[in-house]
């Protein structure tokens, strides 16, 4: 499992995709890769292409909870260019080049500063954080049941 967290921690609450698998890093968890980026990128299909399941983490804007999670398909974008790929689009440069179809999750954490250089996120963007982390450990901690049921 890859989870790849991406956003720039100079921008406020831009940083809110690194700050969480920064989070998840420090826990050690067993059998999850984590990955922290700026943006996506084509070479992320690569690392997507070796994996059974990836959660991309980004901040989101104007959602209407603390954040939001569900599940993706590979999608052709609208303008493909080297920079600012979205989950979508990656999946299907990994489709594509590499024949895998990882299952494929969003983690969207709501953010609310986001245009002046500074780090650091506000604090209805930290209590997000808090709260799609919490989200998060549980729902790793039913996916390794469900894939423990399934080998026993």
């Known amino acids: 499992m890859l989870l790849i967290g991406y956003g720039n921690p100079g921008r406020g609450d831009d940083g809110l995709g690194p700050a969480l698998s920064e989070a998840i890093v420090a826990r050690g968890l067993p059998g999850l890769e984590v990955d922290t980026d700026y943006q996506l990128v084509a070479e992320h299909a690569l690392a997507v292409s070796e994996q059974d399941v990836v959660i991309f983490v980004d901040a989101e804007i104007g959602a209407e909870g603390a954040y939001s999670f569900r599940e993706i398909a590979p999608g052709a974008p609208e303008v493909l260019g080297s920079h600012s790929l979205v989950p979508q689009t990656v999946l299907a ?12 999750f969003v983690l969207g954490i709501s953010g609310y500063e986001f245009g002046e250089v500074k780090e650091g996120l506000s604090d209805k963007a930290a209590a997000n954080l808090a709260a799609a982390e ?19």
Do not use: I, N, V
């Not at 440069?93 to 494929?104: I, S, V, W």
């Not at 919490?134 to 399934?150: H, I, S, V």
């Open 93 to 104: 440069l990994c489709d594509t080049l590499y024949g895998a179809r990882p299952k494929a």
């Open 134 to 152: 919490a989200f998060l450990l549980e729902w790793l901690q039913k996916a390794d049941q469900q894939r423990e049921a399934a080998h026993a």
